[in-house]
């Protein structure tokens, strides 16, 4: 399985480093025969490349920045507080994301054109809150919910206040869901191409996914500018992910086993 599924990134890198005969021959090769760097360097050489990239980091940074402290609060009030109608508001969260993002393009659409945010970075990053938002909240709920109540309550006993209990408790027994729900917003946020094709029309305004369909046109496909490109955008992610992935480790397996 793990062949299956790292074979396809090998071949867009090794794509991204052959010639433009070599993509093309009759015969696949599994290696580069004559590796270079000219889709590489087609693909910095784009202005509209850095454009992308900086719109892609900006969409990305301002929607974590923003959904997970939200969610975290939110979630902390769903799995530690009794309130009205807080079946109802799980209810909705969970429901949202059962709702396909293509049923929701015209509508957020339209709704983006009335308040004059369509075409706009800022539409955008209101955009994927409204679909990041109930992953986050569902996810955090979980991992608030499996630390027992009855080490705050213990901490309240010892002469903590609620907040020293959540600073002291909470907050370090979450830190591993919380950086695991944060990456995966960073990941969806950073990948996202449905709502971009839809809500973008302006080039300079292009992120990275929306970007690398220049290179299909309807002359042809540029296919190592493509994977060059392609392979350039995995790095963020794939660097992210090594930095972080014990914490998510961590997090993936919180609650799963209680002792």
């Given at each position: 399985m793990a062949i299956v599924w790292i074979f396809p990134v090998y071949w867009m890198a090794a794509t991204a480093l052959k010639p433009g005969p070599d993509i093309h021959a009759a015969v696949p090769q599994l290696w580069p025969a004559r590796p270079t760097l000219q889709h590489f360097t087609k693909v910095a050489s784009d202005p509209l490349f850095w454009d992308a990239v900086g719109n892609s980091a900006l969409v990305t940074g301002m929607t974590v920045l923003l959904a997970v402290p939200v969610a975290f609060v939110s979630a902390l009030a769903i799995a530690r507080f009794r309130f009205r109608g807080r079946g109802v508001y799980v209810t909705v969260?969970?429901?949202?994301?059962?709702?396909?993002?293509?049923?929701?393009?015209?509508?957020?659409?339209?709704?983006?054109?009335?308040?004059g945010l369509s075409d706009s970075v800022t539409g955008l990053i209101v955009t994927y809150l409204a679909f990041i938002l109930p992953f986050a909240v569902w996810t955090l709920r979980g991992f608030i919910a499996s630390v027992p109540r009855e080490l705050e309550e213990a901490a309240m006993v010892d002469g903590c206040g609620r907040m020293q209990a959540f600073w002291?408790?909470?907050?370090?027994?979450?830190?591993?869901?919380?950086?695991?729900?944060?990456?995966?917003?960073?990941?969806?946020?950073?990948?996202?191409?449905?709502?971009?094709?839809?809500?973008?029309?302006?080039?300079?305004?292009?992120?990275?996914?929306?970007?690398?369909?220049?290179?299909?046109?309807s002359e042809g496909t540029d296919y190592g500018a493509l994977m060059a490109g392609s392979t350039i955008v995995a790095v963020p992610v794939?660097?992210?992910?090594?930095?972080?992935?014990?914490?998510?480790?961590?997090?993936?397996?919180?609650?799963?086993?209680k002792g």
């Amino acid at each position: 399985m793990a062949i299956v599924w790292i074979f396809p990134v090998y071949w867009m890198a090794a794509t991204a480093l052959k010639p433009g005969p070599d993509i093309h021959a009759a015969v696949p090769q599994l290696w580069p025969a004559r590796p270079t760097l000219q889709h590489f360097t087609k693909v910095a050489s784009d202005p509209l490349f850095w454009d992308a990239v900086g719109n892609s980091a900006l969409v990305t940074g301002m929607t974590v920045l923003l959904a997970v402290p939200v969610a975290f609060v939110s979630a902390l009030a769903i799995a530690r507080f009794r309130f009205r109608g807080r079946g109802v508001y799980v209810t909705v969260v969970m429901l949202v994301q059962m709702v396909p993002h293509v049923a929701l393009v015209i509508p957020i659409f339209l709704t983006l054109s009335d308040v004059g945010l369509s075409d706009s970075v800022t539409g955008l990053i209101v955009t994927y809150l409204a679909f990041i938002l109930p992953f986050a909240v569902w996810t955090l709920r979980g991992f608030i919910a499996s630390v027992p109540r009855e080490l705050e309550e213990a901490a309240m006993v010892d002469g903590c206040g609620r907040m020293q209990a959540f600073w002291r408790i909470i907050l370090p027994l979450t830190l591993p869901g919380l950086i695991a729900t944060t990456v995966y917003s960073m990941v969806l946020a950073w990948n996202e191409y449905l709502f971009a094709y839809f809500l973008l029309g302006s080039p300079d305004k292009h992120t990275v996914p929306l970007w690398l369909t220049h290179f299909v046109t309807s002359e042809g496909t540029d296919y190592g500018a493509l994977m060059a490109g392609s392979t350039i955008v995995a790095v963020p992610v794939v660097v992210f992910f090594m930095l972080v992935q014990r914490h998510i480790a961590g997090g993936l397996t919180a609650g799963a086993v209680k002792g």
